[in-house]
């Protein structure tokens, strides 16, 4: 997709001004989350409350603990982040407009109603219940749907809108209303928008610098800031958040139910899942012919993203690796149905400008211990490799399952 002239949205706001953070009542344990810190370190914790400077929680045996939120990369709970279409209802009332779920470049989710102009131009008109009606540029979108799908999604090379009768039509997109104006083939055509199940834009992903926040509804937001509150009357933690958030022209005071929040990634430049990036060669290793391809479970159905891979081996599986890429961590596990009597090892690789191999890392799994946190460092490295390895027995028994595999990148400094 070409750039577009016309006003730019430079970021949207979400402000969510945290009262506290226990997921329960009074007298229930915290929810259990994991944070995931800068050195790629997974904490199990029930999240109890968040300040301005930290992250209270509750460890595994119990203890209070306490955290610097500048140490601290995202939190998040075990459930998949989906949205579905709303409904009337659900996206409050007021206005008209055709029901979808809009995603915008920075990673935001936003559910609502499309609201169509007679005359579409260079921006989107949306609303939603959390945000109200608001302004996007075509330059900030991604995708919308406006039908339920259980096609992935996936990046266009150019601009693509599916129909009602699964025909594709790729160009370029001049405005979206009443109807969808896009340029396809030299020509120009305009289709009647409830026509359109979807459409994709040609937008390169770019990560905000800004907090994200991962609701249960579907929404994921951008949070400009967090501050607690003190404890009711009694001194007991409220289970509730108060919300402010602005999207545009529009905002909005209103109150989130803390168990309704599933993840909040505080940096989300410095976070990319390795499942989200292609990979580059995957092969047999100690002469063997054949090996299956890597499963990569999809991103909808994983916490904040992070696919987990499945790797049969003995195998070797590369990635090149995005500018910056400082970290490599996952939890290796062998797979439920192996883990009686499995073995394998898992060997983390990195190559930098050279192209030299050099282990980095290194776990064995069996059925004394059939899970592994690996971190490793990638500094200066261009490439990625696991190798996966059976151990006692027979190649048969090396299949592991990386849960959660995640690189940690320096982001490159904004340009002036």
């Given at each position: 997709m070409t750039s577009r002239p016309g006003n730019f949205f430079t970021g949207s706001v979400l402000a969510l001004l945290l009262a506290s953070a226990s997921s329960m009542a009074q007298d229930a344990a915290p929810r259990r989350m994991v944070i995931l810190d800068r050195n790629l370190q997974r904490i199990p914790a029930g999240l109890d409350r968040l300040t301005s400077s930290t992250v209270q929680y509750t460890d595994a045996g119990g203890r209070s603990r306490s955290i610097e939120r500048s140490r601290v990369l995202a939190i998040y709970s075990g459930r998949g982040h989906s949205a579905s279409l709303p409904t009337a209802v659900a996206a409050g009332e007021g206005g008209g407009g055709i029901p979808g779920v809009l995603r915008l470049t920075d990673g935001q989710v936003i559910p609502g109603f499309l609201v169509t102009t007679d005359e579409p131009g260079?921006?989107?008109?949306?609303?939603?219940?959390?945000?109200?009606?608001?302004?996007?540029?075509?330059?900030?979108?991604?995708?919308?749907?406006?039908?339920?799908?259980?096609?992935?999604?996936?990046?266009?090379?150019?601009?693509?809108?599916?129909?009602?009768?699964?025909?594709?039509?790729?160009?370029?997109?001049?405005?979206?209303?009443?109807?969808?104006?896009?340029?396809?083939?030299?020509?120009?055509?305009?289709?009647?928008?409830?026509?359109?199940?979807?459409?994709?834009?040609?937008?390169?992903?770019?990560?905000?610098?800004?907090?994200?926040?991962?609701?249960?509804?579907?929404?994921?937001?951008?949070?400009?800031?967090?501050?607690?509150?003190?404890?009711?009357?009694?001194?007991?933690?409220?289970?509730?958040?108060?919300?402010?958030?602005?999207?545009?022209?529009?905002?909005?005071?209103?109150?989130?139910?803390?168990?309704?929040?599933?993840?909040?990634?505080?940096?989300?430049?410095?976070?990319?899942?390795?499942?989200?990036?292609?990979?580059?060669?995957?092969?047999?290793?100690?002469?063997?012919?054949?090996?299956?391809?890597?499963?990569?479970?999809?991103?909808?159905?994983?916490?904040?993203?992070?696919?987990?891979?499945?790797?049969?081996g003995p195998a070797q599986v590369d990635w090149k690796l995005p500018a910056g890429t400082t970290k490599f961590g996952t939890s290796a596990q062998l797979p439920p149905d192996a883990q009686a009597w499995g073995n394998a090892t898992v060997a983390v690789l990195a190559a930098g400008p050279t192209g030299m191999f050099k282990e980095v890392a290194k776990a064995d799994l069996s059925a004394e211990k059939p899970a592994a946190e690996i971190v490793a460092d990638l500094a200066d490295a261009r490439t990625l490799r696991l190798e996966v390895r059976g151990k006692s027995y027979a190649d048969v028994q090396a299949r592991v399952i990386l849960q959660q595999p995640v690189l940690l990148r320096t982001p490159e400094p904004a340009k002036k």
């Open positions: 260079e921006a989107i008109a949306w609303r939603s219940r959390r945000i109200g009606q608001f302004s996007i540029p075509l330059e900030r979108a991604w995708m919308m749907s406006f039908a339920e799908t259980a096609h992935a999604i996936t990046m266009p090379q150019r601009d693509t809108a599916i129909l009602g009768n699964s025909d594709r039509i790729e160009g370029f997109v001049e405005g979206i209303g009443k109807h969808l104006l896009i340029e396809a083939a030299g020509q120009k055509t305009s289709i009647p928008i409830e026509r359109v199940t979807s459409i994709a834009l040609a937008n390169p992903p770019v990560p905000g610098s800004m907090p994200l926040v991962f609701l249960s509804d579907g929404s994921a937001l951008t949070a400009s800031e967090f501050a607690s509150s003190p404890p009711n009357a009694k001194g007991t933690p409220n289970a509730t958040a108060t919300a402010q958030w602005a999207l545009a022209s529009e905002s909005g005071v209103g109150v989130v139910d803390l168990e309704g929040i599933d993840a909040i990634v505080f940096d989300p430049r410095a976070i990319v899942p390795l499942g989200s990036i292609d990979i580059e060669k995957a092969a047999g290793v100690d002469g063997r012919r054949w090996t299956p391809t890597p499963h990569v479970s999809p991103s909808e159905t994983a916490p904040i993203g992070l696919s987990s891979i499945t790797i049969s």
